[in-house]
């Protein structure tokens, strides 16, 4: 890349190739002085009702690690207890005290070691996990001038399609708030079901269909809400619709009922809260999953979420990147330099930055055009505000 990159961590272009001392500085060693686990309380713009759960707050674990040479990288994790089994509390505590110590001393560049010791160290807490492997590579990106994609093999696509998701008591207003989301941009539509009843998503589902203009896509994501038979009641209700697939319908474990559904709706399944690993990747795909949703905080870490895209390409099944409700600009470039970076997401990118108040990111990723560009810069290509953060740092984060 013929780029130089300032302190600051923004790119600028080079009219002449880069002399030869920074081919030397690039190889460095970035030797890892500190990880500090920073749980944060940040404030959504009205709560969102999923099944089983209406969220206020995103309590996120923000981590930054620092080198002896004053590099530093960022990442985030949502908690989500129903989704990975982690609190903040839980995942501070990883971090502080196991995470932390199995990494201090040790060399950033050398991350497939790093993601090895983070293994041996400690058990699932895939969150924390993941967390720290995205701010070793935003430490890295920025090391050595390059952006976070071009570490996962370079960005395929300068932009990608981010999804808005809908979930109101009534389809009335499930329909008001799509029509006021098209109009801001956007173009690819998660409709959260499993809330109301079966009739009235299908109702809800069937309005937006008919309403929304044909370049818009639609999806549901039932979040485990609904049995086997409301499933297939749902199913069969919008079976004319534009519906490019539905999410988790049934709960996670329930393999035999996904194959039941499957055969019975030409409409596509995708797998969420039953992916936790590539094996489950295989387990849902052979129960009949035509796609998964894919987190960084469910399969550990950005090289695992790397592997789980490539097998999902070798099975023929979509993906969907998504970041769980909510998370800040960091966790957002991630998923979107990420998404850069696959063959294949034709089932969209969740970004969910856009639900929060206020980010703690000095530019908020903007829809342009139904389309999220990719940060331009290197590692995740955003600037963390410090102030911002301290402000919304939890002082006691024992209950959450
Ligand atoms: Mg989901």
Redesign the pocket.
């Known amino acids: 890349m013929s780029s130089l990159c300032r302190r600051s961590g923004h790119m600028e272009t080079l009219t002449k190739p880069a002399p030869p001392q920074e081919t030397v500085r690039a190889g460095r060693p970035l030797v890892i002085a500190a990880v500090r686990a920073i749980p944060v309380a940040l404030p959504l713009s009205k709560p969102v009702r999923m099944s089983g759960v209406t969220i206020g707050h995103a309590y996120n674990l923000v981590v930054r690690v620092e080198t002896k040479g004053g590099d530093v990288g960022w990442g985030e994790a949502a908690s989500a207890p129903t989704m990975t089994g982690e609190t903040l509390s839980g995942m501070v505590a990883a971090v502080e005290g196991v995470l932390a110590p199995a990494l201090v001393g040790e060399d950033a560049r050398f991350l497939p070691t790093l993601i090895s010791r983070m293994q041996h160290a400690i058990y699932a807490n895939t969150g924390p996990r993941a967390a720290i492997e995205m701010a070793l590579l935003d430490l890295a990106g920025r090391a050595n001038c390059v952006s976070f994609a071009d570490l996962l093999g370079g960005a395929r696509r300068k932009s990608v399609s981010p999804m808005w998701l809908i979930g109101n008591a009534t389809a009335a207003d499930d329909l008001a708030e799509a029509q006021a989301k098209y109009r801001e941009g956007f173009r690819f539509f998660k409709l959260k079901i499993g809330v109301k009843t079966p009739d009235d998503d299908i109702q809800a589902t069937l309005m937006l269909d008919k309403a929304l203009p044909s370049d818009s896509i639609l999806c549901a994501?039932a979040?485990m809400g609904l049995t086997r038979e409301s499933a297939r009641r749902y199913l069969g209700g919008i079976a004319g619709s534009r519906m490019l697939y539905v999410?988790?319908p049934l709960p996670h474990a329930d393999l035999e009922g996904l194959a039941m559904l499957a055969g019975a709706t030409r409409i596509p399944i995708c797998s969420?809260?039953g992916i936790h690993s590539i094996a489950d990747i295989e387990a849902n795909g052979r129960h009949g999953a035509r796609g998964v949703?894919l987190k960084f905080i469910k399969l550990g870490g950005v090289t695992e979420m790397m592997r789980a895209a490539q097998l999902c390409d070798r099975l023929g099944m979509a993906v969907n990147v998504?970041g769980k409700i909510a998370e800040s600009g960091i966790g957002s470039a991630a998923n979107i330099q990420f998404s850069s970076a696959i063959r294949e997401a034709s089932w969209g990118v969740s970004l969910t930055h856009v639900y929060l108040d206020a980010d703690i990111v000095r530019d908020r990723l903007e829809i342009v055009d139904g389309r999220m560009a990719v940060p331009a810069g290197a590692g995740l290509g955003l600037e963390v505000m410090e102030d911002r953060l301290r402000a919304v740092t939890m002082k006691n984060w024992s209950t959450v």
């Open positions: 994501d979040n999410e988790q969420d809260e949703s998504a």
